[in-house]
Nanobody
């Protein structure tokens, strides 16, 4: 069973920083793209940042220049460094990972973490 466990959320003042981590566990062949999404109350879940297995990244326009996504393939972990946080960054943050079960099966699956709350006070 594949599990994603997030950590690092919390309460921070505007202008502050937080670092989210998401570790993938389970018996799998490989992890492809990994990403962070967020969902604020009353809003749809939106992509924050994503990173491929080769390290290519993309970001939502609202976080460019403030957030940095990275990954440690040896630890099956993805990170989100969030700087210059704003009250509008307040949301539940979810990580996800696209993975393959075994080398002989090309199908990819997607799993999600349970979410971690980030609250930015003004």
């Amino acid at each position: 069973q594949v599990q994603l466990v997030e950590s690092g959320g919390g309460l921070v003042q505007a202008g502050g920083s937080l670092r989210l981590s998401c570790a993938v566990s389970g018996s799998i062949f490989s992890i492809n793209a990994m990403g962070w999404y967020r969902q604020a109350p009353g809003k749809q879940r939106e992509l924050v940042a994503a990173i491929t297995s080769g390290g290519s990244t993309n970001y939502a326009d609202s976080v460019k220049g403030r957030f940095t996504i990275s990954r440690d393939n040896a630890k099956n972990t993805v990170y989100l460094q969030m700087n210059s946080l704003k009250p509008e960054d307040t949301a539940v943050y979810y990580c996800n990972a696209d993975w393959r079960l075994v080398a002989s099966i090309p199908d990819r699956f997607r799993s999600w973490g349970q979410g971690t709350q980030v609250t930015v006070s003004s």
